[in-house]
Each structure stands twice: as C-alpha cells, then as structure tokens.
C-alpha cells in the first residue's frame, strides 16, 4: 500500500459546526504532516507529527485541532471556522526524514459557509 | 534561510512542444530535492527526486538533473501532451521542506 488515504473528498460546513477530517496511511512511515493549500498557491504546513507526537505547530489558530490516535492515522479537528478557512486540506506522510519525500493524499476541499 | 524559486506561470505551450521549468535553491547543506505535480482537483504526487549532487532522474518522459555548481534543478520533457497540463511544484527537503511557488502548465492541442 503506497497511498495515504482522506476524507471526506468534499465538507460543506456552517461556522458554528464542529467536523473532523481523517487520513490514513499503512506505509511504515513515522511522519504525518497536515498542509492547508488555497487557490493557486503551494502547500502551507500546519502540524507536523513525528512518532505520533506533535513536533511542529505552524502558529495555527485553535479552532483547528490536530489528533495522531496512532502510526496510521492523523485527524484535524475543526470548530468555529471562518470562511477564510475554506481551502483544500492535505495530509502527507514520510518516513522519519524529510530527504525521502512525501507522500500526499488527495485532499478534503473544505467550504466553509 | 533555506528556500527554493521557481519559475514563474503560467507556461503555455502548444502539444509536443519542449518544456523547461526553471527551479534554483539555497540550502546550508546538501539538500534532497523534488519535483511535485497536481492535476486539477487533486492532491500533490511525487514526480522525480534526487538526493545528491549530479543525480539524473526521469518519469513519464519528465527529466531532471541535480546541479550542485548551479544550485539548479530544472524539470525538463521533449514532448508534452495535454494531459501533462498541471501545476508542478519543485521542493527542497533539508531540515524542513520547502516548495516553490508552482509553475501552471497549459498543453494545447
């Protein structure tokens, strides 16, 4: 299995909602990384953990929670989001160092309204 | 600090035509690089990397050379088609990774 795995594809969600967006990966890889991409502009790092700790945190505000239950599995939990928010998620992972490359999953594209 | 700059977009080119996309990098070490393709609606996929100086890599008729004198890392393909329309993001993995601001390529027929 070489793929990481998203979902939702698509979340609509109001401001006052609370949702969670899940990525999967079976590769063996001890990094999971949570990027927010807007329209036309490269991927920006939100989380970053590393043996299932939290090693990184991108100045994010709180509204966005990020959850690593174990090796294969990343949340981010959202809540009181603005439409600013809207964006395509991505989840990535990698083995312990970042020379190898990532790995990306497809994407939530988050609305939010 | 350590970065990459990329060629700016969009690239539009007529099918089978050559591409060059530019990408140079400053790193204090020796850095793994990459290069990354989206397709529209989609996420990022691993489209070449090498990880030292003077590495050739090549995929789907894409190719690049890691030129360690030049701190360049130039994605090239000799004949594009229209599927190969897409934002290619070029990388750098030291530290922490680093991607270029995208390069928007438009095929036509």
């Known amino acids: 299995d070489t793929e990481v795995t998203q979902t939702p594809k698509h979340l609509v969600m109001g401001m006052t909602n609370k949702k969670s967006l899940k990525c999967e990966q079976h590769m063996g890889h001890r990094a999971m990384y949570w990027y927010k991409q807007k329209a036309k502009k490269p991927p920006e790092l939100m989380f970053v953990?590393?043996?299932?700790?939290?090693?990184i945190n991108e100045s994010v505000p709180s509204r966005f929670s990020p959850e690593c239950p174990n090796s294969s599995l990343l949340n981010l939990h959202l809540h009181a989001l603005q439409p600013e928010d809207s964006a395509l998620y991505l989840c990535?992972?990698?083995?312990?160092?970042?020379?190898?490359?990532?790995?990306f999953g497809s994407g939530t594209r988050l609305t939010v309204v | 600090g350590d970065s990459v700059t990329q060629m700016e977009g969009p690239v539009t080119l007529s099918e089978e035509a050559f591409l060059t996309i530019n990408c140079t990098y400053t790193?204090?070490?020796?850095?793994?690089l990459f290069w990354y393709v989206q397709y529209p609606g989609e996420g990022l996929q691993l489209l070449l990397k090498a990880t030292k100086a003077d590495d050739k890599g090549s995929n789907k008729g894409f190719e690049v050379t890691y030129r360690k004198e030049t701190t360049s890392f130039h994605l090239e393909k000799g004949s594009v088609q229209v599927s190969d329309s897409a934002v290619y993001f070029c990388a750098l993995g030291f530290n922490k990774f680093y991607f270029g601001s995208g390069t928007k390529l438009n095929v036509k027929p």
């Open positions: 953990y590393s043996y299932e700790k939290l090693s």
């Open positions: 790193a204090t070490g020796y850095p793994s």
């Open positions: 990535a992972s990698s083995q312990d160092k970042v020379g190898y490359g990532y790995t």
